[in-house]
Structures are given as structure tokens and as C-alpha cells.
């Protein structure tokens, strides 16, 4: 066992080609059945070989790629089967041009668009299977690893250990422990990694030293120092090393280019999504008589206020200014279903083309809600330094009801780090939302609660 563990990573690659190849060789293979001459040696054949290998490796890379050992099987599946369907539609789109008057030759392609529907089932069925055996090999080889939680408070337990426990095959979480305690340095011992969670950066520069010298995993949350390290480079002057974080401005072209992705593509999701909003209007319309959009002021770049547009999923009545929580009765049948597909959102395409709000960014607060979290967070201002935006990083790695730290660190890293084509890799990934469980989307709820373990106390310094 022990050798095999060693080779773990050698098993993982060798599923991650085999399961690639075996897309490859269904795609063409089934095209081929009846078109042998697909594959024979040709300019056709090497274009578009070469377009399904670039593009499929590289919409796998986007999405997530084959993580296994990482995620559950069932975001896994989702993440690989967008990418295979978008890389066999352009790879079927490539060899419907190239083979345009071909005669026979290119009959496949319009007269038997059944073989392309063919192709993703059996894709499909490859991918479930692969990453079903691919997560049991991974965990039968790796059990789950000791864990333990480092926190400042059941608080911040309450805030953390729900998440590591929907990873159960991943952590096993043997401690819970207060960063005052006198063991803790005990149980990081008996641990193979650490959890350090909302504790005085002080204590944690000190745990994250330890663990680091005794080889343990370590996970902790982000503070200010952090997101500013990651937007930053490393440097030397003379021979002295230093972290060199510059104020970050997009250039000039940077701003055109993003206005025009935002022009065009806002200008086609309004005339694709026409009919759904269309529909959208009349149900909501027909539900109870009252509005069908809704208005409220928001916060974008510079602290300016503007009315950003949705769907109304609440009773005309009852839509006050306060932040859905769970089981809200004000939300109506209609609004559950818009809002559980994100569809009330559609109107905000209207939002980016006036030039209110862009495709990526920040999401836009309600007043009531910045003035609340600054209260608590004054960094949370740190995220008007960027226009709002209809989708962002906090929206594709977060949920609904993500904390308002955790959103500010998220947002705060896609500032730092903004270049156009995380702005392309975010629209692309926002795809993904749609295929998350129903917890990405659930309204603000209660907390679990969390107590430290009595065999390890919580005797704070």
C-alpha cells in the first residue's frame, strides 16, 4: 500500500489520459463509422484532431479539469461534461466548414446530426464512469486524513466545520480546539493536517511556523495581509527580497476591451434570453397582478449609487429592502424558480449595456447591506474600487449566503488579479452555477452550533 500511495499521482495522470483518449476515439470514432475516410491521413483529419485535443484540454482546464480526490464526483461530472459538449460543438462546427461542398463527404455533418447526439451520450456515460472509479481508487488508496480545527470561538467552529464535513472522504476531523488551549500543539501532532480558522494573526503566523516545520497540511483562512501578498510579485532591491504590491489600475486598453465584451455580449444574451424573459414577465405578471421588474439602489465603483434591474421574485408588499433569508415568505412561487436558476437576473443586461454595471466584477450590495458589513468589515469598501458587476469570482466559488468576509476576499482577489481573460474564464465558468445543488443558491440561515472538545478544553491564554 505504501508503495501504491507513492504512485498515486501516477494512477491519477494515467486515468486523466485514458479518459481524454477515450472521448477523443468516441468522437471520432463514431463520426468515422460511416465516413472512413475521416480518418484517413489529411489535412481534415489533422486540423480537426488537433482543434478537439487544444480545445478539450484546455475547456477542461477552466472548468476544473478531472479532480478527483479534490471535489464529489457529481461537480466533477458536471464541470467535464460542459467542457466535452462545448469542445465537440466546436470541433463539429470546424469540420462542417471544412467539409461545406464536399459532396458526399460532408453529408454526416447536416444530414445526421443524430451522430453528434450520439457521441455526447456515450461521452457522458465515460465520464460518470471514470470519475466514480477514478474518486473509489483515489480513496481506497488515500483514507481520509486526520484533522484537526484550530478557532477563536464555537462561533467561528459553527462557521468552518460545516463545510470540511461535506468532504467526509477527504477529512476526518479528530479536534476541535480553542488556539489558547495548552494542547494544541499536542494535537497538531497527532494530526495530518490543520484547520486554522479566525484566530489572532499573531497566533496563526505561529501554528502555520509550526506545522510548516513538522510537515503537516495546512489550511487558514485569508486576512488583508494575505490578499495583498497574492496581488503582489516577488521583487529584489540590491540583494534584499521584498513582496511588491503595486496599486492596480487597468490600462487603457484593458477598459476598452472590457466595454466591448460587455456591449456585445450583453446585446446577445438580451436577444437569446428574450423568450425566457419574456415568459419570465408573463408568469410573474399573471402570479398576483403587480410589477413585473424591480428597482433597487446599489453601490458600484467610487461608492456611486445606482438602480440596478431583476425580476421581481418577492410579494409587491413585502419588498423591502432586506436580504432574503431562509423560507422567506415574501418570496412568491414564481420568485423560488427565478431565483433557483438566477434567472431574475436576466434585466441586468440592461444595467451593462446603459454602463451602470459591467459582465464581471463585484456584485453590487444594497446600501443597507454596505453600511451594515462596513460597520462590522471596513475593508468591505475595498470592493467599490471596481465596477459591479453581473457575475464574479464570489458568485462562481461561493453561494448565496457566503459570508461577507469570505465575498470580500474573493472579490478583493479577482481585483488584484484582473486581466481579461480571468474576466473570459469567469464568464465561462458562471455557466457552471446552473449545475450547482440547491445549497449554492439557499437564502441566509441559521448557524450550526459547535462546542470545543471537553477532553481538550478551552483554556485561552
Known amino acids: 500500500m505504501k508503495i501504491i500511495k507513492k504512485l498515486k499521482k501516477t494512477i491519477v495522470f494515467f486515468l486523466k489520459v485514458t479518459l481524454f483518449a477515450s472521448l477523443f476515439a468516441i468522437f471520432f470514432g463514431i463520426f468515422s463509422m460511416d465516413n472512413p475516410w475521416l480518418l484517413d491521413p489529411s489535412r481534415t483529419m489533422g486540423i480537426t ?62 444530414e445526421d446530426p443524430h451522430l453528434l447526439l450520439l457521441v455526447i451520450i456515450l461521452q457522458i456515460l465515460v465520464i460518470i464512469a471514470f470519475t466514480y472509479l477514478g474518486n473509489y481508487i483515489y480513496f481506497l488508496i488515500e483514507p481520509p486524513e486526520k484533522c484537526c480545527v484550530i478557532a477563536s470561538s464555537e462561533s467561528s467552529l459553527g462557521h468552518v466545520i460545516p463545510k470540511i464535513n461535506r468532504f467526509k472522504k477527504q477529512y476526518n476531523i479528530v479536534y476541535k480546539i480553542h488556539y489558547g488551549n495548552r494542547a494544541v500543539f499536542d494535537r497538531i501532532d497527532e494530526c495530518d493536517t490543520v484547520f486554522i480558522y479566525d484566530i489572532p494573526e499573531s497566533h496563526r503566523n505561529r501554528f502555520i511556523d509550526y506545522c510548516y516545520q513538522n510537515n503537516k497540511h495546512i489550511y487558514y483562512n485569508f486576512e488583508m495581509a494575505d490578499v495583498v501578498a497574492m496581488g503582489g510579485k516577488f521583487t529584489t532591491i540590491d540583494d534584499k527580497s521584498f513582496v511588491c504590491h503595486t496599486v492596480k489600475e487597468m490600462t487603457i486598453e484593458q477598459r476598452a476591451v472590457k466595454r466591448l465584451m460587455d456591449i456585445s455580449i450583453s446585446l446577445v444574451g438580451l436577444i437569446v434570453a428574450s423568450p425566457i424573459m419574456l415568459i419570465s414577465a408573463i408568469i410573474i405578471k399573471a402570479e398576483d397582478g403587480g410589477k413585473i421588474f424591480y428597482r433597487q439602489k446599489r453601490l458600484t465603483k467610487f461608492g456611486k449609487v445606482f438602480e440596478v434591474l431583476k425580476f421581481r421574485t418577492m410579494k409587491e408588499e413585502n419588498s423591502v429592502h432586506k436580504s432574503a ?18 434567472l431574475d437576473e436576466l434585466p441586468q443586461l440592461i444595467n451593462i449595456l446603459w454602463g451602470d454595471m459591467t459582465l464581471v466584477g463585484p456584485r453590487p450590495e444594497m446600501l443597507e447591506n454596505v453600511a451594515e458589513y462596513t460597520s462590522d468589515l471596513p475593508e468591505f469598501s475595498y470592493r467599490l474600487r471596481a465596477k459591479a458587476g453581473l457575475t464574479g469570482l464570489a458568485q462562481i466559488s461561493g453561494k448565496y449566503n457566503t459570508s461577507p468576509k469570505d465575498k470580500l476576499v474573493l472579490d478583493l482577489m479577482y481585483i488584484e488579479n484582473f486581466s481579461i481573460w480571468s474576466d473570459i474564464k469567469i464568464i465561462l465558468q458562471t455557466v457552471t452555477v446552473f449545475f450547482k445543488s440547491s445549497e449554492s443558491t439557499e437564502a441566509f440561515g441559521k448557524q450550526e452550533n459547535y462546542s470545543f472538545d471537553d477532553k481538550c478544553g478551552s483554556d485561552a491564554e
Open 49 to 110: 484532431m488537433v482543434t478537439f485535443t487544444v480545445m478539450g484540454m484546455a475547456f477542461m482546464s477552466i472548468y476544473g479539469g478531472y479532480a478527483i480526490g479534490q471535489q464529489k464526483s457529481k461537480p466533477i461530472i458536471y464541470s467535464l461534461t460542459l467542457a466535452t459538449i462545448i469542445t465537440d460543438l466546436i470541433t463539429h462546427f470546424e469540420l462542417s466548414i471544412m467539409n461545406a461542398g464536399a459532396g458526399k463527404h460532408g453529408r454526416f455533418v447536416y
Open 325 to 342: 433569508a431562509q423560507d422567506d415568505d415574501r418570496i412568491t412561487k414564481v420568485g423560488n424558480v427565478l431565483r433557483r436558476f438566477r
